[in-house]
């Protein structure tokens, strides 16, 4: 079965800094593999995902997420964090019949000045 | 661009009542899912639909029930509310069920049940 877990519920950074949420994932098959982001009272909005088709996937506002079969992992990062980066983001993993996304717990990141 | 709505941000019911969290999506997604949301336990999936008529348990289904008469229409019903029950529930959509398709997903309802 498929799982994933986000090291970390709460990483705190200053602006400018290297921003990293780290997801390790278990799959029995090759994984299919998601970042989500939600703002403070909102939905969850794609970030990036994991197709196979590249291991360096880049994302939306600067975020890319490098896929690492031989450590299970498939690390959130981000070169400079912006205040308006503060949220909470979420990793995810397809499950084997493709018909729903299986998240971790969430990694809340604070952004300060 | 995709947009899902759902009918309340936040809603207030008490024990015992029955409650009905609709969602509708504009873009003829072929699924549609219903996940909880709570603090440290991330989100997890209560039921999905792959077409009309059609639905699937997902992790936590117990206490609840879905319809979906129309495609572009998923409703969460809670039969009987219970002080347990009250969290954030997110609605979703894809377009195929694809393995890598992406869930697009709604505003979220903020249910309380006293």
């Known amino acids: 079965a498929q799982s994933v877990t986000q090291l970390g519920s709460h990483v705190s950074v200053s602006e400018g800094a290297l921003v990293l949420l780290r997801c390790n994932y278990s799959?029995?098959?090759?994984?299919?593999l998601f970042w989500y982001v939600q703002y403070p009272n909102q939905g969850l909005q794609l970030l990036l995902k994991y197709t196979s088709a590249a291991t360096l996937v880049k994302g939306i506002n600067g975020f890319e997420a490098e896929f690492k079969k031989s450590e299970t992992s498939f690390h959130l990062t981000k070169p400079s964090a912006h205040m308006s980066d503060a949220a909470e983001y979420f990793c995810a993993v397809s499950n084997q019949a493709g018909t729903a996304l299986i998240f971790g717990k969430g990694t809340t990141l604070s952004v300060s000045s | 661009d995709v947009k899902v709505t759902q009918s309340s941000r936040y809603l207030v019911k008490r024990t015992g009542e029955k409650v009905f969290l609709e969602c509708v999506q504009d873009?003829?997604?072929?699924?549609m899912f219903w996940y909880r949301q709570d603090p440290g336990l991330g989100l997890r999936l209560i039921y999905f639909?792959?077409?009309?008529?059609?639905?699937e348990k997902g992790d936590i289904p117990e206490g609840y029930s879905v319809s979906r008469e129309k495609k572009e229409r998923f409703s969460l019903i809670l039969e009987s509310a219970s002080t347990n029950q009250t969290s954030m529930y997110l609605c979703a959509s894809s377009f195929s069920g694809g393995i890598t398709d992406t869930q697009y997903f709604g505003p979220g309802t903020r249910l309380t049940v006293l």
């Open positions: 799959s029995s098959v090759p994984p299919y």
């Open positions: 639909s792959y077409d009309v008529k059609m639905k």
């Open positions: 873009m003829d997604h072929e699924n």
